[in-house]
């Protein structure tokens, strides 16, 4: 009978099994065998996937003292220096007094305070802290369980809950006193794999097995001497989990910026740009918001205190403007009716909408045909929320165009989101004094199973477009690219486009469309 031919360190662990009768750790069998622990895991995995040997996976909960909990691990505990010191003290200290007596800073024996209320050890009253009985059994009382994990920890590097009950500890009790004390102990689940001969393998090594070497590369000796001619090739299994690979990358969110800026340039725009800081006669007035609008309010806004003035465009822009407001000018509105304040104008502001931007392209060259768009930060006092901060991204543009129609500007809406990957997105009749008609776009948040808001759009009222010297219909849009971001990665969070979660970064996809 013909003996089954397996690779060299199947071979080793087959034969290493045959001799137990109980389930052996990979780590220790690797060690046995002398072989590198990856490749005896590789095997037992390939065994059995064959049925020949039985692979179990326990989680273990493995402890060991954190960066608060080394520091620790040199003394008593704060809280037992102080009742110490108490002591000495005749039991009522002031706490200036107790730092110096107990060797501790003065930091950190006011922290100590939560614990030795928990333990019943002392009391505080003002600045005057007492020892109470509880306190004074403790001074020469064994250590506590606390105390015993941290020294544990402390000689053995890490432990398992096992190990550490097998030093008398109670670990249960450690843990609940050490409750709110971060960074003292840390946790960390651990697997381990459990490996046995199963009745195939043991049917296997009856029938009569018998090694050969495989190699995973050819080498030049190889080719050389002739010995690829018997080499055996070893077979990848491009199904195996590999080491997954982190690479260098874009944040996120630039990602989206960048993708943002790369659909409208593929649509024929032009990218601008505008100062931060802006003054209240771009932010506001050109776009015809009135000088008493809610969103101009101190509440709403981040004015600029240095320098307190900005310069305004030319004398006759800013006279046509204030006529507008006032009366509605030549555009044939009655305006707003009321008088415009020519020092309201000049307040500088961190720049609420990038629509600031386009309106200055606009008055820069208002001729027909022109599409220009502009990525930057907005900034407003909001209240922070999972889809609100005070600072966030949009995106802004506007087409000046004689033929320019409102089923255009839902067109190109349309365009962007489809090609930022949303499928799913409507558009809703809203207000804004400066566009009429006007549109909220909103799309569907699969991860909140609702439709969220994005931004506005619509098309600029003649009071915008006249004073600045346009006859044509311009298109215009405002959207919130931060909510774009969190609702194409799935976060249940704005914030969590800012935080440093590695996880999460390391993740992301490098290419998502």
Request: aromatic share 8%.
């Amino acid at each position: 009978m013909s003996q089954t031919v397996i690779p060299e360190v199947d071979h080793q662990v087959l034969m290493a099994l045959a001799d137990e009768t109980q389930p052996v750790e990979v780590q220790a069998l690797a060690l046995r065998l002398g072989q590198d622990q990856s490749k005896v895991t590789a095997s037992c995995l390939a065994l059995g996937q064959q049925g020949h040997v039985e692979v179990q996976e326990l989680t273990l909960l493995e402890l060991k003292l954190g960066s608060k909990g080394q520091a620790l691990s040199g003394g008593p505990l704060p809280e037992r220096a102080i009742v110490q010191a108490l002591q000495r003290t005749g039991g009522s200290a002031e706490m200036q007094q107790l730092a110096e007596l107990s060797g501790l800073e003065a930091k950190e024996v006011g922290q100590s305070l939560r614990w030795l209320k928990t333990k019943g050890w002392a009391d505080k009253q003002g600045q005057q802290v007492t020892l109470l009985d509880g306190g004074r059994q403790a001074v020469d009382a064994a250590p506590g369980a606390d105390e015993q994990l941290i020294a544990a920890l402390a000689e053995l590097g890490s432990a398992t809950p096992e190990a550490i009950a097998g030093r008398g500890v109670d670990l249960t009790a450690g843990l609940a006193l050490l409750e709110g004390r971060t960074g003292v102990v840390d946790r960390k689940e651990r697997k381990r794999r459990m490996v046995q001969l199963s009745a195939s393998g043991r049917a296997l090594i009856q029938g009569g097995i018998e090694t050969r070497r495989e190699v995973t590369q050819l080498t030049s000796e190889m080719l050389i001497s002739g010995q690829w001619r018997e080499a055996k090739i070893r077979p990848y299994d491009v199904t195996l989990a590999s080491e997954p690979v982190f690479p260098g990358k874009e944040h996120p969110l630039v990602t989206v910026f960048q993708q943002t800026r790369h659909v409208f340039l593929e649509l024929g725009f032009s990218e601008i740009v505008s100062p931060y800081v802006e003054s209240s006669f771009w932010d506001f007035d050109a776009l015809f918001q009135p000088q008493d609008h809610p969103a101009r309010d101190m509440q709403d806004t981040f004015y600029i205190g240095n320098p307190s003035r900005c310069r305004l465009p030319s004398e006759e822009l800013v006279q046509r403007v204030r006529q507008t407001h006032e009366s509605g000018g030549e555009t044939g509105s009655v305006g707003w009716r009321y008088e415009w304040n020519l020092g309201l104008a000049h307040r500088p502001v961190l720049r609420t909408h990038t629509t600031a931007c386009t309106i200055r392209a606009l008055a820069d060259d208002p001729r027909p045909p022109r599409k220009v768009f502009c990525v930057g930060p907005v900034f407003r006092r909001e209240t922070v929320d999972y889809k609100h901060l005070p600072v966030f991204h949009q995106v802004d543009g506007i087409i000046i165009d004689e033929k320019a129609s409102f089923a255009a500007l839902l067109g190109t809406l349309s365009a962007f989101y489809s090609k930022m990957g949303f499928s799913r997105f409507q558009f809703r009749p809203a207000f804004f004094p400066y566009t009429e008609p006007s549109v909220e776009i909103f799309v569907w948040a699969e991860a909140k199973r609702d439709w969220v808001e994005m931004g506005g759009a619509g098309m600029f009222r003649p009071e915008v477009t006249q004073p600045l010297g346009c006859k044509a219909p311009v298109l215009a849009w405002g959207l919130g690219l931060e909510r774009l971001a969190m609702f194409r990665y799935n976060l249940s969070s704005i914030g969590e486009l800012y935080r440093a979660r590695m996880s999460w970064l390391k993740e992301a996809a490098l290419c998502r469309w």
